[in-house]
T-cell receptor, first 114, second 112 residues
Framework: DQQVKQNSPSLSVQEGRISILNCDYT??????FLWYKKYPAEGPTFLIS?????DKNEDGRFTVFLNKSAKHLSLHIVPSQPGDSAVYFC?????????????FGKGITLSVRP | DGGITQSPKYLFRKEGQNVTLSCEQNLNHDAMYWYRQDPGQGLRLIYY???????QKGDIAEGYSVSREKKESFPLTVTSAQKNPTAFYLC???????????FGPGTRLTVL
């Protein structure tokens, strides 16, 4: 049973345009969400996070939106750059709960065309 | 330079042999984790440790074993009981159990 779903395996966008990466979750106990970026044969690097008490968090070109009622979050990258081409993982946790560990989605491969 | 190191980067073993993957961190983090990544599968948790001398099974612990004798070190042994050991293995650590996790560069294990 996949609790964190990234249903689109890949996304291709033009350089300079917006990239929107989506993530859905099923566990209502999740209250903390993270995005990681991963290049091939390297470890993931933390990108941005959001707590369930917020609906938006912004850091430079990266913004994460959270819609708790829909159990949906999205990562916006504006403007997209070729160096953003990587696999993006969505992760979630239930802080302080019995299940306090990160649950990852399967990832989305983003390709930014020059 | 603080960080997480994993060695070696690439590892080859014959089927039926146990192999131990190294993970060291100098971030003074309490919690450490081992994940496995397979193509199209994302990251799956093998084992985690919140504190020295304590660890718990993750989602896919069968065929693996760990130890946590020092805060800085969390080695993973892939035993001959693991049916599909060929994968990319990632170690991570965090300051508290549920905070952002920082990952090492990974070890690619290939069992021939």
């Amino acid at each position: 049973d996949q609790q964190v779903k990234q249903n689109s395996p890949s996304l291709s966008v033009q350089e300079g345009r917006i990239s929107i990466l989506n993530c859905d979750y099923t566990n209502s106990m999740f209250d903390y969400f993270l995005w990681y970026k991963k290049y091939p044969a390297e470890g993931p690097t933390f990108l941005i996070s959001i707590s369930s008490i917020k609906d938006k968090n912004e850091d430079g070109r990266f913004t994460v939106f959270l819609n708790k009622s829909a159990k949906h979050l999205s990562l916006h990258i504006v403007p997209s750059q070729p160096g953003d081409s990587a696999v993006y993982f969505c992760a979630a946790s239930a802080r302080g709960g019995a299940n306090s560990k990160l649950t990852f989605g399967k990832g989305i491969t983003l390709s930014v065309r020059p | 330079d603080g960080g997480i190191t994993q060695s070696p980067k690439y590892l080859f073993r014959k089927e039926g042999q146990n192999v131990t993957l190294s993970c060291e961190q100098n971030l003074n983090h309490d919690a450490m984790y081992w994940y496995r990544q397979d193509p199209g599968q994302g990251l799956r948790l093998i084992y985690y440790s919140q504190i020295v001398n304590d660890f718990q099974k993750g989602d896919i612990a069968e065929g693996y074993s760990v130890s946590r004798e020092k805060k800085e070190s969390f080695p993973l042994t892939v035993t001959s009981a693991q049916k599909n050991p060929t994968a990319f293995y990632l170690c991570a650590s965090s300051m508290e159990y549920y905070n952002e996790q920082f990952f090492g560069p990974g070890t690619r294990l290939t069992v021939l």
